[in-house]
């Protein structure tokens, strides 16, 4: 699965609620840690400073932001918040039948833990 498409599907795994980049981060990162052999050798390489960062998940954010998949809404002075759209919860459906179970299984658990939870 292209890695653009578990940046997806971690948006779509919050039902409706916003994603900060944080918790995006975060979760991705433990997914490719968990599962590497599920995620692919595509999956995104992380650097760390503060805590895990890729800045690919955040082009590729904006790819599914400007592919209607996501909506992200820039607060001024605030960070990003990533919603997914109708567009792109069908979309995330479709990936859920096709992707590999157990990590999007714990993708979905991840997600929706509070941020100081992950």
């Known amino acids: ?33 968990k599962h590497k052999e599920e995620v692919g050798e595509d999956f995104y390489e992380f650097s760390y400073d503060y805590g895990p960062f890729s800045k690919a998940i ?8 400007s592919e209607g998949l996501v909506f992200i809404e820039r607060p001024f002075g605030g960070f990003a918040k990533y919603t997914i759209t109708a567009q792109g919860a069908q979309r995330a459906r479709q990936l859920s039948m096709e992707g590999p179970s157990p990590a999007l299984e714990y993708l979905r658990m ?5 941020i100081y939870q992950l």
């Open 110 to 114: 991840v997600i929706r833990l509070p």
């Open 1 to 33: 699965m292209d890695r653009k498409n578990w940046t997806l599907l971690a948006i779509s795994f919050a039902d409706g609620a916003d994603v900060s980049p944080v918790q995006l981060q975060k979760c991705l990162f433990l997914v490719g840690r």
């Open 58 to 65: 955040y082009q590729d954010a904006e790819i599914l932001g």
